[in-house]
């Protein structure tokens, strides 16, 4: 496992290296990516110019759900963000180059970029976080602390599971991108709004098969000491390691099962 | 060292009939193909495109599990032992790289360092070793995507080996090069084989990297192998046509001489073609100039290019 994760800092630090060697560019991108996510938010302080209110939850409280999701999904996209290309790795043989080498084929695969612009979109999530924080007058205990953070680390890893076991798609249908940034980015959004809006399938989706509500919504919760709102209770907010170690074992499990067909199938 | 027997592979296509339906056909890639490559040998794999070359080549290298048949390289079964097995092998795909496009050549091979978990001495040693033989010196600073083609190859070939491989599988390893960067690519492939031993078995559409390499040559076509043996004997099997080239007075009709027949007509040169076992080249010519007025006269021998070619259209 050691040698696993040393070997990771290493790939990722050799992405590194060469995306600083274009600095201005970079700097460029990542200042675009944080103006141009920014505008998601924008868009929900225009909503909140009509109505003070939504199911219950005021601006600083959605704009806490909003900075947790919008900076676990940027950290996922810096990780695993990449996959969209995926399908291009197994039509041109990158993949088949990636089967002889001796490490595990999803690392590799995760470890093939790092794009650094997309910390631009996780800066713009913790800035709406920090407002959200000051402006909330919160009664801040040590298990508060814990949900929060736990809340960022557990999302990037349930995103970033839910990426790579949508991305297994690719080994079946190699043109099912579109199908897969659906569910993808399409979650990020869906995390950032308190699920007691949604439609009970959509809830239902984001509860027990791509479990997102997990990354922002219970974690809220608990920092709000809020209700649920929903059947199920809101200390659910201090378990969100557990759901994510299980998406990601899920994960990692379609991923290798995948792995096995493509291998003989044949791509 | 490479041992297959009765290996098949079959591929499920689905084809379109009619506007929505699709057909399932299924394709045998490789059809009961039977290896013994033993350590140290230099093999070419040839075939024409579609044959089952790269199909094999996956199916020893653990990428694609046979569908039926036994596999076993360095004494390893690549399907269940692939990892292991790929600290054993190297792979080169000449339409594809595995070095870092972005970074300069030496970091792909630091990076390689550890992706294979080789000690930095042996490293060091090996590099050292494998930089001279193809003066990789002068672009080890530059990135890969700026390399020449040629460049890019010898980095390849370095990059497949610094584990020390006990076998090589090279996938058209020399396609796109120009002839200095063919030659160079030889060469090494001849020293490492030579030198250290490696067993190499490589695909190729450049029969002259046969006639360079390889003592023993295996010809594929629809997934059988058709020819199993040495690059001598192909030609003295089925080489025994050589042709006659006749430069004439004039232009006539094709000449009627017995043991030879006209393959071809330019104006006042013809070709005639003749068997070794029938008839002689002086007795040609004595048949010819009783016929028409000789100018001038070549003999060619046959070139493995048109051997091969012949045998993908004709068989064996």
Same mark, same amino acid.
């Given at each position: 496992?050691?040698?696993?994760?040393?070997?990771?800092?290493?790939?990722?630090?050799a992405?590194?290296?060469?995306q600083l060697e274009?600095?201005?560019?970079?700097?460029?991108?990542?200042?675009?990516?944080?103006?141009?996510?920014?505008?998601?938010?924008?868009?929900?302080?225009?909503l909140?110019?009509?109505?003070?209110?939504?199911?219950?939850?005021r &601006?600083?409280?959605? %704009?806490?759900?909003?900075?947790?999701?919008?900076?676990?999904? *940027? /950290?996922?996209? !810096? @990780? =695993?963000g990449?996959?969209?290309?995926?399908?291009?790795m197994?039509?041109?043989?990158t993949?088949?180059?990636?089967?002889?080498?001796?490490?595990?084929?999803? &690392?590799?695969?995760? %470890?093939?970029?790092f794009?650094?612009?997309?910390l631009?979109? *996780? /800066?713009?999530? !913790? @800035? =709406?976080?920090?407002?959200?924080?000051?402006?909330?007058?919160?009664d801040?205990?040590?298990?508060?602390?814990?949900?929060l953070?736990?809340?960022?680390?557990a999302?990037?890893v349930?995103?970033?599971?839910?990426?790579?076991?949508?991305?297994?798609? *690719?080994?079946?249908?190699?043109?099912?991108i579109e199908?897969?940034?659906?569910f993808?980015?399409?979650?990020?959004?869906?995390?950032?709004?308190?699920?007691?809006?949604?439609?009970?399938?959509?809830?239902?989706?984001v509860?027990?098969?791509l479990?997102?509500?997990?990354?922002?919504y219970?974690?809220?919760?608990?920092?709000?000491?809020?209700?649920?709102g929903?059947?199920?209770?809101?200390?659910?907010?201090?378990?969100?390691?557990?759901?994510?170690?299980?998406?990601?074992?899920?994960?990692?499990?379609?991923?290798?099962?995948?792995?096995?067909?493509?291998?003989?199938?044949?791509g | 060292?490479?041992?297959a027997?009765?290996?098949?592979?079959r591929?499920?296509?689905?084809?379109?009939?009619?506007?929505?339906?699709?057909?399932?056909?299924?394709v045998?890639?490789?059809?009961?193909?039977?290896?013994?490559?033993?350590?140290?040998?230099?093999?070419g794999?040839?075939?024409?495109?579609?044959?089952?070359?790269?199909?094999?080549i996956?199916?020893?290298?653990?990428?694609?599990v046979?569908?039926?048949?036994?596999?076993?390289?360095?004494?390893?079964?690549?399907v269940?032992?692939r990892?292991e097995?790929?600290?054993r092998?190297?792979?080169?795909?000449?339409?594809?790289?595995?070095?870092?496009?972005?970074?300069?050549?030496?970091?792909?091979?630091?990076?390689l360092?550890?992706?294979?978990?080789?000690?930095?001495?042996?490293?060091?040693?090996?590099?050292e070793q494998?930089?001279?033989?193809?003066?990789l010196?002068?672009?080890?600073?530059?990135p890969?995507?700026?390399?020449?083609?040629?460049?890019?190859?010898?980095g390849?070939?370095?990059?497949?080996?610094?584990?020390?491989?006990?076998v090589?599988?090279?996938?058209?390893?020399?396609?796109?090069?120009?002839?200095?960067?063919k030659?160079?690519?030889?060469?090494f492939?001849?020293e490492?084989?030579?030198?250290?031993?490696?067993?190499?078995?490589?695909?190729?559409?450049?029969?002259?990297?046969?006639?360079?390499?390889?003592?023993?040559?295996?010809?594929?076509?629809?997934?059988?192998?058709?020819?199993?043996?040495?690059?001598?004997e192909l030609?003295?099997?089925y080489?025994?046509?050589?042709?006659?080239?006749?430069?004439?007075?004039?232009s006539?009709?094709?000449?009627?001489?017995s043991?030879a027949?006209?393959v071809?007509?330019?104006?006042?040169?013809?070709?005639?073609?003749?068997s070794r076992?029938?008839t002689?080249?002086a007795a040609?010519?004595?048949?010819?100039?009783a016929e028409a007025?000789?100018?001038?006269?070549?003999?060619?021998?046959?070139?493995?290019?048109?051997?091969?070619?012949?045998?993908?259209?004709?068989?064996?």
């Amino acid at each position: 496992m050691g040698d696993l994760a040393g070997i990771y800092a290493r790939l990722i630090g050799a992405r590194v290296r060469s995306q600083l060697e274009y600095r201005a560019s970079l700097a460029l991108q990542f200042v675009g990516m944080a103006v141009l996510t920014g505008i998601d938010f924008v868009a929900i302080l225009v909503l909140f110019e009509n109505v003070d209110a939504l199911d219950g939850w005021r &601006l600083e409280e959605i %704009a806490l759900l909003y900075g947790i999701a919008t900076i676990s999904f *940027a /950290l996922s996209d !810096l @990780a =695993v963000g990449h996959l969209d290309l995926f399908p291009q790795m197994i039509r041109d043989g990158t993949f088949d180059q990636i089967l002889v080498r001796p490490l595990p084929s999803l &690392l590799q695969v995760v %470890a093939s970029d790092f794009s650094l612009r997309r910390l631009g979109k *996780a /800066l713009q999530g !913790l @800035a =709406v976080l920090v407002f959200a924080l000051t402006q909330l007058e919160l009664d801040w205990t040590a298990g508060k602390v814990f949900v929060l953070v736990a809340a960022v680390i557990a999302g990037t890893v349930i995103y970033a599971a839910v990426w790579v076991a949508l991305a297994t798609v *690719a080994f079946w249908i190699v043109d099912a991108i579109e199908f897969v940034n659906a569910f993808t980015y399409g979650g990020s959004y869906l995390s950032q709004y308190p699920i007691t809006i949604f439609g009970r399938w959509l809830r239902g989706l984001v509860l027990f098969v791509l479990p997102l509500a997990f990354v922002a919504y219970f974690p809220a919760l608990v920092i709000l000491d809020r209700e649920s709102g929903l059947a199920l209770p809101a200390e659910l907010g201090y378990l969100t390691s557990l759901v994510a170690a299980g998406t990601a074992l899920v994960a990692v499990s379609a991923w290798n099962g995948a792995v096995r067909h493509y291998r003989s199938a044949g791509g | 060292m490479i041992e297959a027997h009765d290996l098949t592979r079959r591929f499920v296509v689905r084809e379109r009939a009619g506007l929505v339906r699709r057909r399932k056909r299924v394709v045998e890639a490789v059809a009961g193909v039977d290896l013994q490559i033993a350590a140290g040998e230099l093999v070419g794999y040839v075939g024409p495109n579609g044959a089952g070359k790269s199909t094999t080549i996956k199916m020893l290298t653990g990428i694609l599990v046979p569908t039926s048949g036994t596999v076993r390289v360095a004494g390893l079964d690549p399907v269940r032992r692939r990892i292991e097995l790929t600290r054993r092998i190297g792979v080169v795909f000449g339409q594809r790289s595995q070095l870092w496009w972005d970074l300069p050549l030496a970091d792909s091979f630091d990076l390689l360092r550890h992706v294979y978990r080789v000690p930095r001495d042996q490293h060091r040693a090996q590099l050292e070793q494998f930089g001279e033989l193809l003066e990789l010196g002068p672009f080890l600073a530059t990135p890969v995507r700026q390399l020449s083609l040629g460049q890019r190859m010898r980095g390849e070939l370095v990059a497949a080996l610094l584990h020390e491989p006990e076998v090589i599988f090279l996938d058209e390893p020399t396609i796109g090069l120009d002839v200095v960067a063919k030659a160079a690519v030889r060469e090494f492939l001849l020293e490492v084989n030579r030198e250290r031993g490696v067993t190499v078995l490589l695909t190729t559409h450049d029969l002259a990297d046969i006639e360079r390499l390889c003592r023993r040559l295996l010809i594929i076509d629809r997934g059988r192998v058709i020819w199993d043996g040495g690059l001598d004997e192909l030609v003295e099997r089925y080489g025994e046509e050589r042709t006659l080239v006749v430069d004439l007075a004039e232009s006539r009709a094709p000449l009627e001489v017995s043991g030879a027949r006209v393959v071809r007509i330019d104006g006042p040169r013809q070709w005639l073609r003749f068997s070794r076992g029938e008839t002689t080249a002086a007795a040609l010519v004595g048949a010819v100039a009783a016929e028409a007025q000789l100018v001038d006269l070549s003999v060619e021998e046959p070139e493995v290019e048109e051997i091969v070619r012949r045998i993908y259209k004709e068989g064996v």
